[in-house]
């Protein structure tokens, strides 16, 4: 049981590139979430699903598109990478009603 | 989904309870008030959440007040290893789950 994993854990890009994040989680849990954290500040919901083939926007999710294609995965892309969306990115994951999120280790991107 | 007021640090001598305070005036019925907590930048880890009444577990135990405006987080022997920033959360039934600035708790030796 590996509970959330992110993939990769590390990443540069040149600005203008494409990339997509993989979050993937064995718990069998409806929700899951993408969040962007910055030096010094809280964590930011970018995009969230409540189930399969489901999307939503969160806070800031200009940038940022997803999808859930399968319950089990949830993939973060960004389409022309910018320097402003260098961060940390979360992924979390919870079951249906009131329960805990499980979050990843994180992927540090740098966008140059 | 309700917002919250945290201060944005704590100081707590090491073997004393942490009481960490959470404002979320507008909160709704069917809300829950969450905490979790983030050490050296790793993912947040969950610690307690709960409704209405006030809720124990290995953890922490969380206090929430009568008119469910307020709430506290006490962790009963803080130790270094506490050390973190601490997030208090309002969560209702759209799933979302939005992280405030949280509170940075420092327990000192």
């Known amino acids: 049981n590996a509970g959330v994993t992110q993939t990769p854990k590390f990443r540069v890009l040149k600005t203008g590139q494409s990339m997509t994040l993989l979050c993937a989680q064995d718990m069998n849990h409806e929700y899951m979430y993408w969040y962007r954290q910055d030096p010094g500040m809280g964590l930011r919901l970018i995009h969230y699903?409540?189930?399969?083939?489901?999307?939503a926007k969160g806070e800031v999710p200009d940038g940022y598109n997803v999808s859930r294609l399968k319950k089990q995965n949830f993939l973060l892309g960004l389409e022309s990478a910018a320097p402003s969306q260098t961060s940390v990115y979360f992924c979390?994951?919870?079951?249906?009603?009131?329960?805990?999120?499980?979050f990843g280790q994180g992927t540090r991107l740098t966008v140059v | 989904d309700a917002k919250t007021t945290q201060p944005p640090s704590m100081d707590c001598a090491e073997g004393r309870a942490a009481n960490l305070p959470c404002n979320h005036s507008?909160?709704?019925?069917?809300?829950?008030v969450y905490w979790y907590r983030q050490i050296h930048s790793q993912g947040p880890q969950y610690i307690i959440h709960g409704l209405k009444n006030n809720e124990t577990n290995e953890m922490a135990s969380l206090i929430i007040t009568e008119d469910r405006k307020s709430s506290t987080l006490i962790l009963p022997h803080a130790t270094l290893r506490d050390t973190a920033v601490y997030y208090c959360?309002?969560?209702?039934?759209?799933?979302?789950?939005?992280f405030g600035q949280g509170t940075t708790l420092q327990v000192k030796p």
């Open positions: 959360i309002v969560r209702g039934n759209t799933g979302k789950l939005i």
């Open positions: 699903s409540v189930g399969e083939g489901t999307t």
């Open positions: 979390a994951s919870s079951d249906w009603g009131n329960t805990e999120a499980f």
């Open positions: 507008t909160i709704s019925g069917n809300e829950y």
